[in-house]
């Protein structure tokens, strides 16, 4: 088996985590499926790593789960203080950027 | 000495240039500025004159060139004076007659408060009319051919607040424009011919071009002279014309500015010599317009416009003799110049008479006045005398030539038809010109209060305006005579114009006595219809030709439904057009845009989860396009 | 590096837009003065350009070049032709006028505008667009003339829309409503131009691999660069297309009449005597001089446009009820004069419109101006409420009527001259055309005859009976621009001596000869 | 372990990839579409685990533990306690409320998918060289010695961005209290202006069977009263309805008494009284 298959895995995750993204109106289960996405990618890196044998792919991987890391924080905090505001944590009920 | 030629058109202009721009100050003194500079300019002339009775024939023609005008590559128009022996005749004229009438208009506007500004339009006319017979190139010519109908344009309009007046000016200065059209395209043509528009150059040349050529000039050249000179079908203007204050009448639309026509026609001579259907046309205008005029001269009862009608019958003469050729050349301007000074005369003598009767101008209102205004009697009555071509007076001597000249058209039928129709003008003539004089001086009174109820004092008018009455009659009296004197006039233009002997289809004493019958006639018929029997206040009903005669031979109606309607109607749906189509067409579109927009807004629904759709499509379709470019 | 003689002659009047606008509100007047002074400085300057401005020596003279963005060979590259000295003349002529006829019309306590600094806004714009179409007067590279021809509309459009006429039928909000509707279609109509002039440019620079309006040109002449015809057609009628918008050339003139009739007198002059010449101007020298080949192809068709915009235009002023729109149609019909001349393509035709170009420009100026202050006095553009107004007031009714007298060309004032040369050099290669625009000098009369007798003449209406004659400042706008009418009618040389030489160039970049008349040829 | 970052990978490896791989995709699947925020966030968790054993699989292995320890028990764990603040919302239910939205979502994801398959497919990528002396010195040796020599700057600004973030968390989270907090009588008074509720809310609960905070008092016709329950429960929906089996109930428990006293006859009334004994309780 070739690892390429990890790759193909990581696109459908990542197809996968978008059309959840679109689909779901809980912000957190957004979030959720933003941070599949992430991962999506992590896993590429990580089996480009591991096919031009070096360890960069690595390294970015772990930069971005901390970077991930940091966002989720903040976007969990947004969330809360979303719904401290309006009592729900739907992403449809902010469309204020309607004209 | 030929620097003074200049002189000529410079001194009225200068006249007007103050009077015009000076402002109130000059009101008081104004009118004897511009009658002294208008003096100036007349003994200019008579200095010139005796200066250019000096040299032999040949070589009378005096040159000045100012400065070149408007040059461009391939084009070259200079402002350059030429004063042969046409243009001094004319020059002569003008500025005579001229000084006359600013003589007499002091008298006539003493009490008009816009005298100064009147004098000042008087002095614009003389440069512009004599810039236009001493120009030495058609394009001067035309500036000076359009100078004069602005100048006749402000005059007729002086009375601005009369509604009536303000129309006439108008009229009058759009009929000139189609006039100055035809110049103007004979100049074109002149252009694109000889490359020049010189009077040296172009007439030298004729002989190089084709007939077809020529006749085309001829033809616009005889346009232009229509509406200058009031010929059919152009003629129109000149019965609306009388709005204007009588002197004006007298000297623009009477002695002067009409006879430009004349003026054109004869310097052109050489291209109508060289194109006979222009002649031919020619001649027919002016048959057709002597005999139109007099018509209309018959049936007003306006004074003027009466007058107007037989300017224009007479005019119909010179322009007729003009289409002679040479043959006829001198004996139009010869007209023109004995025409000028009895015309001129007659008008002075109508004014007088409006003078005293609060310028009443309806003759049935008028009458007996013989006793109350002689001297204005006496010259208007030599006046006519010579205008119905008396013997002896000028118009006999003037008249019977170009009568004569008629009849030697040709040796056939034209020759006779040409010769009858001027024969029968004269008869006409004699008679609205004794209808006028009966109307006027003989019977009882017939006088009516005018509008504001106080009867009419007839009274002679002062001396300012009778002097020049008088030394008009004078003209009117001798100056056939003295022209005709062997034939000097004639030779006196030959160097210019050429000049052969008619040989008419009958004999001469013949055409000669036929005249004198056919006026006696005429004067006989006008004696027996208001000598004899009562002349009614109200005008009858009367036939329906003098009815159509009334109205000009319903001229102006057809004008007014053909041009003045239509072109109404034409405008209106332009108008609409611009609105609707042109401009609809751009408003459309902008519409169909703004309802696409419309649609288009409706995607912006402000839910961010259809935004992030649109992004990932997005995203989407730009793989696919990269994948596609890698595979092609 | 002599001095940049024509950079400053665009320079001063843009300084002084900056400075008029820095005045404080507190000393408003102050920004008039100031307008007025840097403009009569630019009138200086133009006059010591054409000063040393030689008739016979290069065709582009006191040329500036320096290099602007590098990588697209867009230079900074000033030039002047007899016809561009001209035509700087005229501009900076009239801008002092202009500002002197406007002197009121921006004050707030008159208008009532509540606008931010209205009067110093009102005479920077003017003298933006002043510098604005100096300096496309002296580009003669194409990317910068672009760059200005459109960059003039900004300033131009809010002196449309934002000092509107106060004389106006209806109530403010529906007046208001009218003037932004002009400003806007102002807009629209040139952006769509410009825009297309746009495509155009950029194909050229494809084309040719550079802007410059000389070197294109001359690879041209000299056969380096020779364009495949549909191309250059192609590139022709995009550059002509945002010129006849600008002009305006029938059918795309029918922003010009909305514009002029809601813009102040001052405004409207600016738009039709000093921008609308730009359209002109670049037909000349951007159009014959890098698609000749091009230009003799659309002749017939232009000529034809500029045939029926002559007429149309007058026999719509005929039918006009609204004074400054009347004038407007009128100039529409003068701008086919100055098209047809161009593109008869001979000597006299191109000399004619040149000089048509400046006689117009003053003519108009004259007239709209007059206009301008009799609206002003009865407060009301139609031209059924004047009447009888010679009585009350004679000088402004003489100014109206000489100004009226120069739009139908009567000989001996300026506009004759030039439009007797289109007339001739059209008549010379297209006679029939000739002949059917020479109907257009009667309609000239007649609308110009209409509009003074309903104005001017007939019993004194009640409205005008009070109606004061013209001021001394009115006078000092109107009195020299009528003593230039006639000066030039007598003795256009000066001018014509400076334009001459450039129509030559012109006519040798077309490679046309004027046809030889009959008799020369018969020799 | 070497033998994992080898260059060929072995038919172990593909069976475990084959296996994991589904897991992996199905938990995807159910992150998406199960509907309480809870069951996602789990499922969640379990592909990356799956995803933690393919990063050892891949020769990753300082990434897969820091995948299960930070975002798996991290991470998720920080997740599941804001699905607890914020709770169970109306938003939950899948039914999509844009027009269209749903389909296009997938069409799109679809696509995406088909797109990026098909473009790691035809890029070629066939030949690969293993971990093998990449990870020689020890995988993390091999990291940190990237980290800190190569990529330290990139490292030191993940520091900073990692306080920023915390900063931003705390700022955005913690509440201000702008205004004094109303004294006793204020708030008395507040109420008596709105003129709502006079005297103190009704406590939760039926009987004593029934306290929950969750389960709405019943008012004296049976019917639950919004009112006894908390504001953020309502919000959240979460108000258990227990009005019918309570009196059920308790017609029940009366009925085996009446059987038990063997008393007949007026048992419908004693259910009554009791029925009425108990609205009576409920209206205390």
């Known amino acids: 088996m070739s690892p390429v298959n990890y790759l193909y895995l990581a696109a459908l995750l990542f197809a996968i985590g978008a059309t959840g993204v679109l689909i779901r109106r809980n912000a957190i289960v957004v979030f959720m499926c933003i941070e599949l996405m992430l991962n999506a990618c992590n896993l590429t890196l990580v089996t480009f790593s591991r096919m031009h044998g070096n360890l960069d792919g690595q390294i970015i991987a772990f930069f971005t789960m901390v970077v991930a890391a940091a966002e989720v924080v903040v976007g969990l905090a947004i969330i809360v203080s979303l719904f401290r505001s309006r009592h729900s944590a739907s992403v449809d009920d902010a469309s204020l950027m309607k004209l | 000495m030929e620097n003074l030629i200049a002189l000529l058109v410079a001194a009225p202009l200068l006249g007007a240039a103050v009077l015009l721009c000076g402002g109130r100050r000059l009101d008081r003194g104004g009118h004897w500025i511009g009658t002294l500079l208008a003096v100036v300019s007349f003994a200019v002339g008579v200095l010139l004159f005796t200066d250019m009775l000096g040299k032999d024939p040949e070589h009378r023609a005096m040159h000045q060139a100012l400065f070149s005008w408007i040059p461009v590559e391939g084009f070259q128009a200079d402002v350059a004076f030429q004063l042969d022996q046409l243009s001094m005749t004319f020059v002569l004229l003008i500025t005579g007659v001229g000084s006359l009438i600013h003589v007499y208009s002091i008298g006539y506007m003493e009490h008009d408060e816009r005298r100064r500004r009147f004098f000042g339009y008087l002095n614009l006319f003389l440069a512009a009319m004599l810039l236009l017979v001493i120009a030495d190139n058609y394009l001067l010519l035309y500036v000076g051919w359009e100078g004069v109908g602005l100048a006749s344009y402000l005059l007729i309009g002086f009375w601005q607040h009369k509604p009536s007046a303000a129309t006439a000016a108008k009229k009058a200065f759009l009929v000139n424009r189609v006039g100055d059209m035809g110049l103007s395209i004979a100049i074109m043509l002149m252009f694109t011919t000889f490359g020049t528009f010189a009077f040296g150059p172009v007439l030298e040349s004729t002989s190089e071009t084709s007939e077809g050529m020529l006749t085309a000039i001829g033809l616009m050249l005889l346009l232009a002279a229509c509406g200058k000179s009031a010929q059919v079908p152009l003629q129109s203007w000149l019965g609306d014309a009388m709005e204007g204050p009588t002197p004006v009448s007298a000297l623009i639309h009477a002695a002067t500015m009409v006879t430009a026509g004349v003026y054109l026609i004869t310097r052109s001579g050489a291209i109508f010599n060289g194109a006979p259907d222009a002649q031919l046309a020619v001649v027919i205008v002016g048959a057709v317009t002597l005999l139109f005029g007099a018509i209309v001269g018959c049936a007003k009862d306006d004074i003027k416009k009466a007058l107007a009608g037989s300017t224009m019958s007479q005019i119909g003469y010179m322009i007729l003799a003009a289409g002679l050729g040479p043959i006829g050349y001198a004996f139009a301007i010869m007209h023109l110049v004995t025409h000028g000074f009895f015309k001129a005369g007659l008008f002075l003598g109508a004014g007088s008479v409006m003078h005293g009767m609060n310028d009443e101008v309806d003759m049935r209102k008028y009458g007996g006045l013989r006793k109350y205004m002689p001297v204005t009697f006496v010259t208007f009555g030599l006046g006519y005398l010579a205008i119905i071509g008396f013997p002896g007076l000028s118009g006999f001597w003037s008249k019977d030539k170009i009568i004569e000249a008629a009849f030697a058209y040709d040796d056939g039928i034209r020759g006779w038809i040409f010769g009858g129709v001027a024969l029968l003008g004269a008869g006409i003539t004699a008679f609205y010109m004794t209808r006028v004089m009966i109307m006027t001086f003989f019977g009882e009174k017939r006088w009516q209060p005018d509008a504001e109820g106080n009867e009419p004092h007839p009274h002679e008018s002062p001396r300012s305006m009778t002097i020049p009455m008088i030394v008009l009659a004078f003209g009117s009296v001798f100056a056939g005579g003295l022209f005709s004197l062997n034939e000097s006039f004639v030779k006196w233009l030959e160097p210019v114009t050429q000049f052969e002997h008619p040989h008419p289809v009958i004999s001469v004493p013949a055409i000669t006595a036929s005249t004198v019958v056919v006026l006696l006639l005429g004067a006989a018929l006008a004696y027996v219809m208001y000598g004899r029997k009562e002349v009614p206040v109200t005008a009858p009903r009367g036939s329906l030709l003098t009815r159509a005669a009334r109205r000009d031979l319903l001229q102006d109606d057809f004008n007014h439904v053909v041009l003045v309607r239509g072109g109404e109607h034409l405008t209106r749906s332009l108008v609409y057009v611009d609105h609707t189509m042109v401009d609809g067409a751009v408003n459309g579109t902008a519409a169909g845009f703004g309802g696409l927009s419309g649609r288009l807004r409706k995607v912006q629904n402000g839910f961010a989860r259809s935004y992030a759709v649109s992004m990932f499509g997005g995203t989407a379709i730009l793989i696919a396009a990269t994948l596609l470019m890698r595979a092609v | 590096m002599s001095f940049p003689l024509l950079t400053a002659t665009a320079a001063v009047p843009?300084?002084?837009?900056?400075?008029?606008?820095?005045?404080?509100?507190?000393?408003?007047?102050?920004?008039?003065?100031?307008?007025?002074?840097?403009?009569?400085?630019?009138?200086?300057?133009?006059?010591?350009?054409?000063?040393?401005?030689?008739?016979?020596?290069?065709?582009?003279?006191?040329?500036?070049?320096?290099?602007?963005?590098?990588?697209?060979?867009?230079?900074?590259?000033?030039?002047?032709?007899?016809?561009?000295?001209?035509?700087?003349?005229?501009?900076?002529?009239?801008?002092?006028?202009?500002?002197?006829?406007?002197?009121?019309?921006?004050?707030?306590?008159?208008?009532?505008?509540?606008?931010?600094?209205?009067?110093?806004?009102?005479?920077?714009?003017?003298?933006?667009?002043?510098?604005?179409?100096?300096?496309?007067?002296?580009?003669?590279?194409?990317?910068?003339?672009?760059?200005?021809?459109?960059?003039?509309?900004?300033?131009?459009?809010?002196?449309?829309?934002?000092?509107?006429?106060?004389?106006?039928?209806?109530?403010?909000?529906?007046?208001?409503?009218?003037?932004?509707?002009?400003?806007?279609?102002?807009?629209?109509?040139?952006?769509?131009?410009?825009?297309?002039?746009?495509?155009?440019?950029?194909?050229?620079?494809?084309?040719?691999?550079?802007?410059?309006?000389?070197?294109?040109?001359?690879?041209?002449?000299?056969?380096?660069?020779?364009?495949?015809?549909?191309?250059?057609?192609?590139?022709?009628?995009?550059?002509?297309?945002?010129?006849?918008?600008?002009?305006?050339?029938?059918?795309?003139?029918?922003?010009?009449?909305?514009?002029?009739?809601?813009?102040?007198?001052?405004?409207?002059?600016?738009?039709?005597?000093?921008?609308?010449?730009?359209?002109?101007?670049?037909?000349?020298?951007?159009?014959?001089?890098?698609?000749?080949?091009?230009?003799?192809?659309?002749?017939?068709?232009?000529?034809?446009?500029?045939?029926?915009?002559?007429?149309?235009?007058?026999?719509?002023?005929?039918?006009?009820?609204?004074?400054?729109?009347?004038?407007?149609?009128?100039?529409?019909?003068?701008?086919?004069?100055?098209?047809?001349?161009?593109?008869?393509?001979?000597?006299?035709?191109?000399?004619?419109?040149?000089?048509?170009?400046?006689?117009?420009?003053?003519?108009?100026?004259?007239?709209?101006?007059?206009?301008?202050?009799?609206?002003?006095?009865?407060?009301?553009?139609?031209?059924?409420?004047?009447?009888?107004?010679?009585?009350?007031?004679?000088?402004?009714?003489?100014?109206?009527?000489?100004?009226?007298?120069?739009?139908?060309?009567?000989?001996?004032?300026?506009?004759?001259?030039?439009?007797?040369?289109?007339?001739?050099?059209?008549?010379?290669?297209?006679?029939?055309?000739?002949?059917?625009?020479?109907?257009?000098?009667?309609?000239?009369?007649?609308?110009?005859?209409?509009?003074?007798?309903?104005?001017?003449?007939?019993?004194?209406?009640?409205?005008?009976?009070?109606?004061?004659?013209?001021?001394?400042?009115?006078?000092?706008?109107?009195?020299?621009?009528?003593?230039?009418?006639?000066?030039?009618?007598?003795?256009?040389?000066?001018?014509?001596?400076?334009?001459?030489?450039?129509?030559?160039?012109?006519?040798?970049?077309?490679?046309?000869?004027?046809?030889?008349?009959?008799?020369?040829?018969?020799? | 372990m070497s033998t994992l970052a080898a260059y060929a990978t072995s038919t172990g490896e593909a069976f475990q990839f084959w296996v994991l791989g589904t897991v992996a995709v199905i938990g995807a699947l159910c992150t998406v579409f199960m509907k309480k925020a809870v069951h996602s966030a789990l499922c969640l968790a379990g592909t990356m685990i799956v995803l933690a054993v393919f990063?050892?699989?891949?020769?990753?292995?300082?990434?897969?533990?820091?995948?299960?320890?930070?975002?798996?028990?991290?991470?998720?764990?920080?997740?599941?306690?804001?699905?607890?603040?914020?709770?169970?919302?109306?938003?939950?239910?899948?039914?999509?409320?844009?027009?269209?939205?749903?389909?296009?979502?997938?069409?799109?994801?679809?696509?995406?998918?088909?797109?990026?398959?098909?473009?790691?497919?035809?890029?070629?990528?066939?030949?690969?060289?293993?971990?093998?002396?990449?990870?020689?010195?020890?995988?993390?040796?091999?990291?940190?010695?990237?980290?800190?020599?190569?990529?330290?700057?990139?490292?030191?600004?993940?520091?900073?961005?990692?306080?920023?973030?915390?900063?931003?968390?705390?700022?955005?989270?913690?509440?201000?209290?702008?205004?004094?907090?109303?004294?006793q009588r204020e708030l008395a008074e507040e109420r008596v202006r709105e003129g709502k509720h006079l005297p103190p809310l009704p406590a939760p609960g039926v009987y004593a069977r029934h306290n929950a905070v969750d389960i709405a008092g019943l008012l004296p016709d049976g019917t639950p009263s919004e009112l006894t329950v908390s504001k953020t429960l309502r919000d959240r929906g979460q108000i258990r309805d227990v009005s019918s089996e309570a009196l059920s109930d308790l017609r029940a428990l009366e009925q085996r008494a009446d059987e038990r006293l063997g008393r007949s006859g007026h048992a419908a009334s004693s259910t009554d009284d009791a029925a009425s004994g108990g609205k009576k309780e409920a209206a205390k």
Not at chain 3, 470 to 492: K, S, T
């Open chain 3, 14 to 523: 843009a300084i002084g837009a900056i400075v008029t606008a820095a005045v404080p509100a507190a000393r408003r007047s102050a920004a008039k003065w100031l307008a007025l002074l840097f403009s009569l400085a630019t009138l200086v300057l133009a006059v010591v350009v054409g000063v040393r401005f030689d008739p016979g020596g290069d065709r582009y003279q006191l040329t500036e070049s320096h290099a602007w963005i590098a990588d697209f060979g867009v230079r900074y590259e000033l030039g002047v032709d007899g016809i561009g000295v001209a035509l700087i003349g005229l501009t900076a002529l009239l801008i002092p006028f202009v500002i002197l006829a406007g002197w009121h019309d921006a004050d707030p306590e008159e208008t009532g505008s509540k606008r931010w600094r209205p009067t110093q806004g009102f005479f920077a714009l003017i003298l933006m667009v002043e510098a604005m179409v100096v300096l496309s007067f002296e580009a003669t590279d194409v990317f910068l003339f672009y760059i200005l021809f459109e960059a003039m509309l900004i300033p131009m459009y809010f002196l449309i829309g934002g000092f509107g006429d106060r004389a106006h039928a209806g109530s403010d909000e529906k007046a208001a409503a009218q003037r932004s509707y002009a400003a806007v279609k102002f807009l629209l109509y040139n952006l769509v131009g410009g825009l297309i002039m746009l495509a155009a440019v950029i194909g050229l620079y494809v084309v040719a691999g550079n802007f410059s309006l000389q070197e294109i040109a001359a690879a041209r002449a000299s056969g380096e660069l020779n364009m495949a015809t549909n191309t250059e057609r192609l590139l022709f009628l995009g550059f002509f297309f945002a010129f006849a918008v600008k002009a305006p050339l029938w059918p795309l003139h029918t922003w010009l009449p909305n514009a002029m009739g809601e813009a102040t007198a001052p405004v409207a002059v600016l738009i039709t005597a000093v921008v609308d010449k730009v359209g002109t101007f670049a037909m000349l020298r951007f159009c014959l001089g890098l698609f000749p080949e091009a230009s003799k192809w659309a002749t017939p068709a232009i000529l034809v446009l500029a045939l029926i915009s002559i007429v149309y235009g007058a026999l719509l002023a005929v039918g006009q009820r609204d004074i400054k729109r009347l004038i407007a149609y009128a100039s529409i019909s003068h701008f086919g004069f100055i098209i047809m001349g161009i593109f008869a393509m001979t000597s006299q035709g191109q000399s004619g419109a040149t000089l048509y170009m400046v006689n117009h420009g003053i003519s108009t100026a004259a007239l709209m101006l007059v206009a301008g202050f009799l609206i002003s006095r009865r407060g009301s553009r139609l031209i059924a409420d004047f009447g009888g107004v010679q009585k009350v007031a004679p000088v402004l009714a003489g100014t109206f009527l000489v100004g009226s007298l120069a739009t139908l060309s009567l000989p001996g004032l300026a506009p004759f001259v030039s439009e007797f040369l289109v007339l001739v050099g059209t008549f010379a290669r297209y006679p029939v055309i000739g002949i059917i625009a020479t109907f257009g000098i009667v309609l000239a009369a007649l609308y110009t005859l209409v509009l003074y007798q309903r104005t001017m003449t007939g019993p004194v209406k009640l409205e005008v009976a009070k109606m004061p004659d013209l001021r001394v400042r009115e006078l000092v706008v109107v009195a020299p621009l009528i003593a230039l009418l006639i000066f030039l009618g007598v003795y256009p040389k000066p001018v014509t001596d400076l334009v001459n030489p450039a129509v030559g160039h012109t006519l040798s970049d077309v490679q046309k000869k004027d046809p030889k008349p009959e008799v020369e040829a018969a020799k």
């Open chain 4, 55 to 183: 990063y050892l699989a891949n020769g990753a292995y300082f990434l897969g533990i820091v995948q299960i320890v930070v975002y798996t028990g991290a991470i998720m764990m920080l997740f599941l306690f804001v699905v607890m603040l914020v709770g169970v919302t109306a938003a939950d239910s899948l039914k999509e409320t844009i027009k269209g939205q749903r389909w296009l979502a997938l069409l799109c994801g679809l696509g995406f998918a088909v797109l990026l398959v098909g473009g790691i497919g035809n890029a070629s990528l066939k030949e690969f060289n293993g971990l093998g002396q990449a990870n020689s010195a020890g995988n993390v040796e091999g990291l940190a010695a990237l980290i800190f020599t190569k990529y330290v700057f990139a490292f030191e600004i993940t520091g900073a961005l990692l306080i920023t973030a915390a900063v931003g968390a705390m700022v955005l989270t913690h509440r201000e209290r702008t205004e004094r907090a109303k004294t």
